[in-house]
C-alpha cells in the first residue's frame, strides 16, 4: 500500500544524543515536511522540502537539520542543540496537484523522549 | 500574530447530535485553502475536509461539513449525527499562497471533542 511510514515509533534519547527519525514516502510526492506537535498544542513546521537536494527552513529550525537524497526519504536529526526536544513528530508529503484538498498526507508519527 | 484560531479547547457532543467545533483565521491573501484534520489518540493525522478560498460552496464530505464566512474569515467543522468515534482532537489549519503545489499549512492549537453515549 502506498503511503508515510516513519519510524522508530517511539524514541529514547540521552541527553548531548543525536538522533534521527526516518521518514520514507512511496507516493512520489515532490513535497515533504516535518511538524512538531507538543502536547496540547497543534502543529510547527520544522523544515520542509520541495524537491530532492533542496529544503528549506520553517517556523522552529534550530537544532534541527534534515537532507533530501532522495525522492522518497526525508529523515529528521534532531541535535544535542535542540534544548527542549520532548515531542511527536510528524512527517509529511503533498503533490503538486493543489485543486483538490487532499493533497497532503501525514505518516503515523515518532514520540521522542528525553531521558 | 495568531493566523489560526480555535478557541475552544474542549467540546461535549452526546452521540447522534450535531455540534459545530470554530475556527477563525487571518491571512491577507486572497489566494488560500483551509483544512481540517482529525487526530485521534493515536496520533496519526486525518484529513477531513477542504475549503478553497474561491470556492463558492461550502465543503460537505459525509457528516462533516464546513460552514465557511469568507467576510468573518471563519471555517467552523460542522460534525451531524455524532458517533462515539468522532472523540478525537480536531485540528483547522491553513495554507497560503496560490496553486503552486507547496502546501505549507499553519495550524490551530486544537479542539478536543468528546462524544458521550
Known amino acids: 500500500d502506498g503511503g508515510i511510514t516513519q519510524s522508530p515509533k517511539y524514541l529514547f534519547r540521552k541527553e548531548g544524543q543525536n538522533v534521527t527519525l526516518s521518514c520514507e514516502q512511496n507516493?512520489?510526492?515532490?513535497?515533504m515536511y516535518w511538524y512538531r506537535q507538543d502536547p496540547g498544542q497543534g502543529l510547527r513546521l520544522i523544515y520542509y522540502?520541495?524537491?530532492?537536494?533542496?529544503?528549506q527552513k520553517g517556523d522552529i529550525a534550530e537544532g534541527y537539520s534534515v537532507s533530501r537524497e532522495k525522492k522518497e526519504s526525508f529523515p529528521l536529526t534532531v541535535t544535542s542543540a535542540q534544548k527542549n526536544p520532548t515531542a511527536f513528530y510528524l512527517c509529511a508529503s503533498s503533490i503538486r496537484d493543489t485543486f483538490s484538498g487532499n493533497t497532503i498526507y501525514f505518516g503515523e508519527g515518532s514520540w521522542l523522549t528525553v531521558v | 500574530a495568531q493566523k489560526i484560531t480555535q478557541t475552544q479547547p474542549g467540546m461535549f457532543v452526546q452521540e447522534k447530535e450535531a455540534v459545530t467545533l470554530d475556527c477563525t483565521y487571518d491571512t491577507s491573501d486572497p489566494s488560500y485553502g483551509l483544512f481540517w484534520y482529525k487526530q485521534p489518540s493515536s496520533g496519526e493525522m486525518i484529513f477531513l475536509i477542504y475549503q478553497g478560498s474561491y470556492d463558492q460552496q461550502n465543503a460537505t464530505e459525509g457528516r462533516y461539513s464546513l460552514n465557511f464566512q469568507k467576510a468573518r474569515k471563519s471555517a467552523n467543522l460542522v460534525i451531524s449525527a455524532s458517533q462515539l468515534g468522532d472523540s478525537a482532537m480536531y485540528f483547522c489549519?491553513?495554507?497560503?499562497?496560490?496553486?503552486?503545489?507547496?502546501?505549507?499549512?499553519?495550524f490551530g492549537t486544537g479542539t478536543r471533542l468528546l462524544v458521550s453515549p
Open positions: 507516493l512520489n510526492h515532490d513535497a
Open positions: 522540502s520541495q524537491i530532492v537536494n533542496d529544503f
Open positions: 489549519a491553513m495554507r497560503e499562497g496560490g496553486n503552486t503545489g507547496f502546501q505549507k499549512l499553519v
